[in-house]
Nanobody
Framework: VQLQASGGGLVQPGGSLRLSCVAS????????MAWYRQAPGKQRELVAF???????NYADSVKGRCTISRDNAKNTGYLQMNSLKPEDTAVYYC???????????WGQGTLVTVSS
């Protein structure tokens, strides 16, 4: 299983980005997916997840500003981020939500930089 994250970039405060994560298999449809981020000098943290049933959950720091979704037909997960703040600057990673046959698969990460 390979996950390919994309969509990061440089954006001004208050701007928006949509991150995508394409899986090489249908792992998200039966498992769910999650987005994590890691800022410089900080530990990786969970940003949001969506279960196979479609339930979602968000970190308090992004609640109301981000929306996680997935398109099972495209084996793709998304993270729509609005009203971005400098503190959202980080490398964003996608992952299958629950271990699949004991394994977690990570995308390579996509850098989001929020700066004026």
């Amino acid at each position: 299983v390979q996950l390919q994250a994309s969509g990061g970039g440089l954006v001004q405060p208050g701007g928006s980005l949509r991150l995508s994560c394409v899986a090489s298999t249908s792992i998200f449809s039966g498992n769910g997916m999650a987005w994590y981020r890691q800022a410089p000098g900080k530990q990786r943290e969970l940003v949001a997840f969506v279960t196979s049933e479609g339930a979602t959950n968000y970190a308090d720091s992004v609640k109301g500003r981000c929306t996680i979704s997935r398109d099972n037909a495209k084996n793709t997960g998304y993270l729509q981020m609005n009203s971005l703040k400098p503190e959202d600057t980080a490398v964003y990673y996608c992952r299958n939500l629950y271990a699949s046959y004991g394994k977690y698969y990570w995308g390579q990460g996509t850098l989001v930089t929020v700066s004026s």
